[in-house]
């Protein structure tokens, strides 16, 4: 595992690199935005994985200025998208807690968005149950001046954490995720197929989008189209690829 020493030099030799995965409309088949992952590409063993260096990052407090490059990085990528004559997608970045409690993240995102031009309503941030357990008057705040803000608020995961149902009153939540591990077994599994059906009318009645994530066979698409899920990813539809291959699913998509 990497050191804290060998994450500061990689942030500032810009070893970071964002892949991005297309998220699906389902019922159109179109692609509607993407989710961007981070990976290092790490001058001799080669490209690392977020479990590699995330929980470092997190401890060091690195996360920070990496969280930050990331939101810049994948914002003013989706803006040049948008203004080369694509479709305008949503950018959905999985955002930590320890990048949540900063002081400063309100406005970091509020800076990041005025520097690259992204209309705020395309921006989602992926929070996980464990941020939003924590019902604090400063959690509250935050989650409101982001939404003031027009930025969507995902639970990433959904259903696999402390699923208190108490913060779907409390927040203004955009979308849930539903948890891959429900979404493999949805067609061998029919417990597993009643939870994402559970969360795909909990979310409707909630007036909250439901995206599937993990999404890898003809079958689950199929399924999901049933439940009336409204979004996907997976590798049915393409893995996390280079912005150059993300470009090219996008012209191929038009
Ligand atoms: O493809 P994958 O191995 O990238 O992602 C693994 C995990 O890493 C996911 O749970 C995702 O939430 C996390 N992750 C990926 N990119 C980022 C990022 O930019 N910031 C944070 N905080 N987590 C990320
Ligand atoms: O925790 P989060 O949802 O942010 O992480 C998404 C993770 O799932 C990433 O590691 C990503 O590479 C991975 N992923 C994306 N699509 C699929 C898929 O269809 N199958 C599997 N097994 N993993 C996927
Ligand atoms: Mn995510
Ligand atoms: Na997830």
Known sequence: HATEVDLRHALERREFILHYQPVVHLRSGKIVGFEALVRWQHPERGLLLPEEFIPIAEESGLILPLGRWVQHQACSQAQKWIMAGLAPMTVALNTSGFEFRNKDFVTSVRTMLA???LEPRLLELELTETVLINNTESTQAVLSALVEMGVKLTIDDFGTGYS?????QQYPIYALKIDQSFVSQMVSSEASKSIVHAVISLGSNLK?????EGVETAEQYASLLALHCDDAQGYFFSEPVTAEAFAALLQADM
Not at 208 to 212: E, G, L, P, T, V
């Open 115 to 117: 520097e690259t031009g």
């Open 164 to 168: 208190s149902l108490r913060y779907l």
């Open 208 to 212: 909250m989008r439901a995206i599937a």
